[in-house]
């Protein structure tokens, strides 16, 4: 049979590795999670000035989950069409058509005098209009215009 002796005038003791000798939260999250580069471009999102419910719009472009009619399919939700409304062909609505591929959105960016990337994805066509902005404050034009 095992016994522990618990000397009851010492005090217990808990160390962790750290280079500072005072404990915070965030290193110990940093060190049990460790380290995942985050993309610049959501950088620019979570640091622009818009208000939150517009960088989670934003972020759910970016991230392709905004109910898009092609979403809502494969959710089998029942409509009358999955086509774009503004798209004379048979376009089906997607996130990629709906803000960098429809006249109608082209015809938005074009009024800034933006031009968009045709085969882009979300992340490409917004590097490019930071590039055509240059300005500090771009993410909020492109958050704001989406």
Known sequence: METYN????????????AQSSSYRVQTTYKLLMGHQPVQHILKWLWKSYCQPKHKVF???????????????KRKKMQLDSFNCAFYISAQ?????????????AQQCWGTLDLQII?????????????????????????????
Do not use: P
């Open 58 to 72: 934003c972020w759910l472009l970016m991230k392709d989950r905004l109910s898009t009619k092609n979403i809502l």
């Open 6 to 17: 618990k000397n009851e005038l010492q005090k217990d003791v808990w160390t962790y590795s």
């Open 92 to 104: 089906e609505e997607s996130v990629h058509h709906l803000f960098w591929e429809c006249s109608y």
């Open 118 to 146: 045709q085969d882009g994805n979300t992340v490409q066509n917004i590097q490019a209009l930071r590039t055509q902005l240059r300005s500090q404050f771009f993410m909020i034009a492109i958050i704001l215009m989406s």
